[in-house]
């Protein structure tokens, strides 16, 4: 996994609440198997309508997604973390996320952060024409173009994980030492085929 520091980019502003992973990746896309090609499928059925935020010149190539309380709500699939950064965001930045959406966010390097609903709203009005902003997760905070920054909460241990770009896979090898001291150690594993049937 990709460490997470620090990102400064184009902003998107989807200033809904309640966007539940079944519409950010619709149920019907769920068969690959795979992690990418998800991007070109994020938010499908709303992306039909020309009018739909995401489909605004002003936030092409947008890696910060600005959105509504409670975003990720629904179902706890993971290929809705996977398509919003297959299509480009590193960070989203919200009152509030469900859960579970957070740690699969967690799980692949995508930077959840919560503000307060004021400070989102604020944020939103200033940046539905376009702009950029800065998310430090070293620092926990987010900084606008007018160089006012605004301290962020976040979990530790997360933080910690994004910021070493440990996964569960990398968490585990930290450990390598003590596993292959323990495996050196430990009786042989018996042969379960030389087992007979009683």
Request: glycine share 8%.
């Amino acid at each position: 996994m990709k460490a997470f520091r620090k990102t400064t980019g184009r902003v998107a502003v989807l200033d809904r609440a309640d966007v539940d992973t079944d519409q950010i990746v619709p149920k019907q896309f769920l068969k690959r198997i795979g992690r990418t090609g998800f991007g070109e499928v994020l938010f499908h059925d709303w992306r039909a309508d020309p009018d739909f935020e995401l489909n605004r010149p002003e936030y092409a190539g947008a890696s910060i997604l600005l959105a509504g309380r409670n975003f990720g709500c629904g179902s706890s699939r993971e290929h809705a973390p996977w398509a919003l950064q297959d299509y480009g965001f590193e960070a989203l930045i919200a009152p509030s996320f469900a859960d579970i959406f957070t740690s699969n966010c967690v799980r692949i390097g995508l930077v959840a952060v919560v503000l307060p609903e004021a400070e989102v709203k604020r944020l939103m009005e200033r940046l539905a024409r376009g702009g950029e902003l800065s998310v430090d997760l070293e620092e926990c905070t987010v900084t606008d173009e007018a160089g006012v920054a605004m301290p962020f909460p976040f979990d530790p241990f997360a933080r910690r994980c994004l910021l070493a770009g440990l996964d569960e896979i990398g968490l585990t090898l930290e450990h390598e030492g003590a596993i292959s001291g323990y495996e050196a150690r430990r009786q042989t594993s018996i042969d379960a085929t030389a087992l007979t049937r009683a």
